[in-house]
């Protein structure tokens, strides 16, 4: 009886002994769940990236095509061109002159055979063949010897358009006040073959005058 009680107090030694090793096994799962759960679940067959390893972070993709757009932007010549044209288009403005010289152009015919050449086109009124006109001018040969000039006689003159010779009534109508014209008159269209006594001008000779409109009435 009494071997029988020892053998039955062993049993249950062991019995107890087995579900305390059960108990510790249970409760040690569970952690060991917990652990792995929180452990962040690593890119397959990766080791860890070489910028990591460098105490870098790593690029995502987007960030790693941000260089390019740099490269593609800074390497750009129409942007560049662009902003460089800005200051050259304000050089221009500061370098331009008004609109009248802007306007002056080559010399030009007329049907009559009157030459004339814009050196500065006016912003006023344009006279007509009956105006009477207020002008500052200076008159020469082709080879350059002044003849006449109101510079000379203490400035600008008045005469009506239509008491001058052909060549100025015709040209002077294609000035505008403010404007300053070069006319090549021919003979027949100045004084042909009787020119002003003592004038110093040929007789058929072809004049060259710079004219100022200063007024119109």
């Known amino acids: 009886m009494r071997t029988f009680s020892l ?13 305390c090793s059960q108990n510790e096994d249970t ?24 910028n990591v390893e460098r105490g870098k972070p790593e690029t995502s993709g987007a960030e790693k095509s941000a260089p390019e757009t740099g490269k593609g932007a800074s390497a ?19 370098g331009k002159p008004d609109e009248g010289k802007a306007a ?25 063949a009956a105006s009477t006109v207020k002008v500052n001018y200076r008159g020469t040969l082709e080879d350059g010897t002044e003849f006449d000039s109101s510079y ?7 005469f009506p358009l239509n008491g001058v010779i052909p060549g100025w009534t015709e040209g002077i109508q294609l000035m505008k006040v403010g404007g300053k014209i070069r006319l090549v008159i021919p003979g027949d269209l100045a004084y042909g073959p009787n020119p002003p006594p003592g004038s110093g ?17």
Request: charged letters at 20%.
């Open 152 to 158: 000379k006689h203490g400035g600008p003159i008045e």
């Open 104 to 128: 002056a152009g080559k010399m030009q015919k007329t049907a009559s055979g009157l030459q004339y050449q814009h050196l500065k086109v006016g912003t006023g009124a344009s006279p007509t």
């Open 27 to 50: 409760s040690k799962t569970p952690e060991k769940i917990s652990l792995e759960a929180n452990t962040p679940p690593q890119a397959s067959g990766s080791a860890q990236p070489p």
């Open 76 to 94: 750009a010549p129409a942007a560049g061109g662009a902003e460089k044209s800005a200051p050259d288009a304000g050089k221009k403005e500061e």
């Open 7 to 19: 053998a039955l107090l062993c049993a249950m030694l062991m019995l107890g002994s087995y579900a």
């Open 201 to 217: 001008i040929p007789p058929n000779a072809t004049l060259i005058f710079e004219v100022e409109l200063l007024d119109v009435k």
